[in-house]
């Protein structure tokens, strides 16, 4: 593993591993148990909001391949080569029990399929606003079909909260970063958006689970919280007033909920 650089006050210093062939960036910060953040479709908005976590705890954020600092592999076409991806980067960081996993969104979807076959590395599950279920009394928003200029008003209740994450100006960079995550997404979800075996085998998580959801989620609606709750034995509900897809970025109270029950 390559030494990490850390920036300023922020405590996480970016390290760089390869993972069967893929580089593979990560962010490592605090100290204690082991907890382990699957991000997004998106990372533009940095993680932040996941400071307060190492206070108490030993936080890995990895960038999944075709994201940040990661290398690409269009060989991972589907989710479970990401699964067994974040397997080997388990195995190479030695986290092989009494992890506590928090996936968002579309690492939501990842989390609960690693959860559900290799339940036994796992203490505590979070799943936040996941993506991957078909519930067709509550379908989420066609990622797909939003125009690229109205994509970050779906994210957010208050647009404030990334707005000084966006360029104010035309930047190719940033543009060429959000066609190569999309590309990334597509990728897994374009022809399948749906797991069909999720909601036949979501009961094999038999571990403390926690859903976390904001209320003004357009992309993923709160109300399919409860579907998850249903699915999966014992899972806990905390949902978010004002507050969209990105919850941990814009409710403090939401970080806050998710490192309570992590303890």
Known sequence: MAQGKR?????????????????????????GEPLVFLHGGGVFSGFDFAIPWTERFKVYIPFHPGFGA?????????????????????DQVGLERGLRLVGFSMGGWLAAELALE???????????????????EHPGTDLFRIPPEEVPGYLVHDFGVIARH??????????AARYREMTTVARIAWEHPFSRLLPRWLHRINLPTLLVWGEDDRLIPCAQSATW????????????????????DERPEAVKAVGEFLA
Do not use: C, W
């Not at 300023?8 to 605090?30: C, D, I, Y």
């Not at 990661?70 to 388990?90: Q, R």
């Not at 290799?118 to 279920?133: C, Q």
């Open 7 to 31: 920036n300023g006050g922020n405590p996480f210093r970016e390290q760089s591993l390869t993972v069967n062939g893929v580089k593979t960036a990560m962010l490592v910060g605090g100290a």
């Open 70 to 90: 990661s290398g690409d592999d269009p060989e991972l076409a589907e989710m479970h080569d990401y699964v067994l991806h974040y397997l080997e980067l388990f």
């Open 118 to 136: 290799h339940r036994r590395r796992l203490a505590k599950l979070v799943l936040v606003a996941p993506a991957g279920l078909r519930d067709p």
């Open 166 to 175: 966006l360029p104010k100006e035309p930047d190719p960079d940033f543009v």
């Open 229 to 248: 709750a249903r699915l999966i034995p014992g899972a806990v509900v905390r949902t978010f007033p004002n507050a969209g897809h990105l919850v941990l």
